[in-house]
């Protein structure tokens, strides 16, 4: 895949503890080092995805699995760093792999891109950012009324510069020379993850791969809430069958706009479609396996979903994660890319679309070395009736190595309800995709970027 010669006969190194030195990284002090090789490792999952492709090298695959403790003296926490080391045909790269929901990384989900970097050959990295468990009740507050500081920073940042740094040391420990490479890998909050990298550590990745990020945090926590205070404010709450109307109805209105009706909404700003509109009527509902009247309840909730609060919080700061100053990880070389499903049900595409327009205002060459891909009737990192980039970590490296910019990305959805899979092409913000008006609407050369 790549042009690299991989390291096919690198003598393999010891995997034990005594074979790799603490780490040394300031302000951190190293608690403990274990490594475990593991034998016979396989991909668990067979799946083009958005983290990249299933690996040709998928089955029997061996790595050192290296965990590292650490903490901060005086705040009382406990950090996990864990690197994955294959012992074969390392590639000379290291990729980062981030979290999820509000997990910083290494926990069950991610142990898929995490086997699927080694088994192409990265040296791969997750860290837990010294969270005591998957649920921020757990440890987001001291007491009442008062942020856990220290744990907040970790997961927020700190987390993610101590734990490349400590991967990079044991790279260099165990295959004598530091990778040429590094790359991060994440969505939503593995997105924000990238996103804070490139704000504030911008010399640790030559490359990032930040999708659907969950930044932006003082709005996005208003704005996550809002749709639930507006019902909340009319003590009325419209059945699900209700909304689901609505949503099918606005698709219906705007799908013809970008020139292909297709169920995909690929010309969002052309799209305005007004709820108040079906206020009365009626329609099958399988909640009350009846038929019922669109509420004005119903509609304002939609309404409500689909503009968003101006809300504001100041709580968020240390996590928001929405410094538009790119400049530095721009004179380091980085290279940005980001997706976001325009179906996104969780965290609203126009947030990323935001921040991007903020970085554009800074720099108008933005392009050069960031670049942004709305990705019509994609759910949240994947899911719902859209395409799926294809391979867009693996542009990510082209870019980074050779130069090759990705000018446009291709995606592969499921099939529409004629059973044809849809091929779609993915344009960088601004640019949108256009059907060129002849030929199958399924084939890539059928779509052009305007
Ligand atoms: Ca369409």
């Given at each position: 895949m790549h042009s690299q010669t991989p390291i096919s006969a690198y003598p393999v190194r010891d995997c034990s503890p005594a074979a790799i030195p603490f780490p040394s990284v300031f302000g951190a002090e190293i608690i403990s080092i274990t490594a475990n090789r593991v034998d016979d490792a396989s991909i668990p999952i067979a799946a083009e995805n958005p983290f990249g492709r299933r690996p040709e090298n998928a089955e029997n695959f061996s790595y050192c699995n290296v965990t590292v403790s650490h903490t901060h003296p005086g705040w009382g926490d406990t950090l996990r760093t864990q690197v994955w080391l294959p012992t074969e045909n390392w590639n000379r790269r290291m990729q980062g792999i981030g979290g999820a929901g509000m997990v910083a990384g290494l926990f069950p989900w991610?142990?898929?891109?995490?086997?699927?970097?080694?088994?192409?050959?990265?040296?791969?990295?997750?860290?837990?950012?010294?969270?005591?468990?998957?649920?921020?009740?757990?440890?987001?507050?001291?007491?009442?009324?008062?942020?856990?500081?220290?744990?907040?920073?970790?997961f927020a940042s700190r987390s993610l510069a101590d734990g490349t740094l400590i991967a990079k040391s044991v790279i260099e420990s165990f295959y004598g020379e530091a990778p040429q490479y590094s790359y991060w890998a994440g969505c939503s909050q593995g997105g924000r993850q990238g996103m804070?990298?490139?704000?504030?550590?911008?010399?640790?990745?030559?490359?990032i791969h930040a999708s659907a990020p969950a930044f932006n945090w003082n709005h996005q926590i208003v704005g996550n809430?809002?749709?639930?205070?507006?019902?909340?404010?009319?003590?009325?709450?419209?059945?699900?069958?209700?909304?689901?109307?609505?949503?099918?109805?606005?698709?219906?209105?705007?799908?013809?706009?970008?020139?292909?009706?297709?169920?995909?909404?690929?010309?969002m700003d052309a799209c305005y479609f007004d709820p108040f509109t079906l206020v009365g009527k009626r329609i099958g509902c399988p909640d009350v396996r009846g038929r019922i009247p669109i509420s004005q309840a119903a509609a304002i909730i939609a309404d409500a979903v689909w503009t968003?609060?101006?809300?504001?919080?100041?709580?968020?700061?240390?996590?928001?994660?929405?410094?538009?100053?790119?400049?530095?990880?721009?004179?380091?070389?980085?290279?940005?890319?980001?997706?976001?499903?325009?179906?996104?049900?969780?965290?609203?595409f126009g947030n990323t679309r935001n921040y991007y327009e903020e970085v554009t205002k800074?720099?108008?060459?933005?392009?050069?070395?960031?670049?942004?891909?709305?990705?019509?009737?994609?759910?949240?990192?994947?899911?719902?009736?859209?395409?799926?980039p294809n391979g867009i970590f693996e542009r990510l490296v082209d870019w980074v190595e050779h130069g090759k910019t990705p000018e446009?990305?291709?995606?592969?959805?499921?099939?529409?309800?004629?059973?044809?899979?849809?091929?779609?092409?993915?344009?960088?913000?601004?640019?949108?995709?256009?059907?060129?008006?002849?030929?199958?609407?399924?084939?890539?050369d059928s779509w052009s970027c305007h």
């Open positions: 991610n142990e898929f891109p995490m086997y699927s970097a080694v088994g192409q050959g990265y040296a791969a990295m997750t860290v837990d950012g010294g969270l005591p468990s998957w649920t921020t009740e757990d440890w987001a507050l001291l007491s009442p009324g008062n942020v856990n500081k220290y744990l907040l920073e970790d804070m990298l490139a704000q504030k550590y911008p010399t640790l990745y030559d490359g809430f809002w749709p639930q205070q507006v019902m909340n404010e009319m003590e009325e709450y419209p059945r699900p069958c209700e909304l689901q109307a609505l949503t099918d109805a606005a698709i219906e209105a705007c799908d013809g706009l970008d020139g292909v009706k297709d169920g995909l909404i690929s010309d968003g609060s101006n809300g504001n919080s100041p709580e968020y700061g240390m996590i928001d994660t929405y410094d538009p100053d790119l400049s530095a990880f721009r004179k380091a070389g980085g290279k940005l890319v980001t997706f976001h499903g325009l179906a996104d049900e969780i965290l609203p800074r720099d108008p060459d933005v392009a050069d070395f960031y670049r942004y891909f709305e990705t019509p009737g994609l759910g949240h990192c994947g899911g719902n009736i859209g395409p799926v446009s990305l291709t995606a592969t959805g499921p099939p529409d309800k004629r059973g044809k899979v849809r091929n779609r092409i993915l344009c960088p913000y601004p640019q949108k995709a256009k059907y060129d008006g002849k030929g199958d609407v399924n084939a890539y």
